[in-house]
């Protein structure tokens, strides 16, 4: 397990969301993404926790750093804007967003950010 790194990604209108990521594989990966030498698996995909993480103080919920990945093409029911995951948030992982995963289409990868 490597040290905690933190991601940004962003959906339109402009929302950001932040991940951890734990996994050295992953982070390489994520850094691959940033720096433009992976151009296909750039959506961030990861089962939802209805908490907030202190990381990610803007929504309610998180992405267990454990289940996170990256890929190119995911399934329609798992898709939803981070502001309508907030708003329905009650829902997920029911007939909403099945067995709390969350595969946003338009989401990408933007930043490494740093904590304070």
Not at 43 to 62: D, Q
Not at 71 to 96: K, T
Request: negative net charge.
């Amino acid at each position: 397990m490597a040290n905690p790194r933190y991601f940004s990604f962003m959906q339109r209108p402009e929302q950001e969301f932040i991940i951890q990521l734990t996994d050295q594989d992953k982070i390489d990966q994520a850094l691959k993404i940033l720096s433009g030498e992976e151009r296909e698996a750039v959506h961030v995909m990861g089962r939802i926790i209805k908490r907030k993480a202190p990381y990610n103080p803007a929504w309610e919920y998180h992405l267990d750093p454990a289940s996170i990945s990256f890929f190119v093409m995911a399934i329609e029911v798992c898709d939803a804007n981070m502001q309508y995951v907030e708003d329905h948030l009650d829902e997920a992982c029911g007939a909403f967003l099945p067995g709390c995963h969350w595969y946003p289409w338009n989401s990408r990868l933007t930043r490494e950010v740093t904590l304070k």
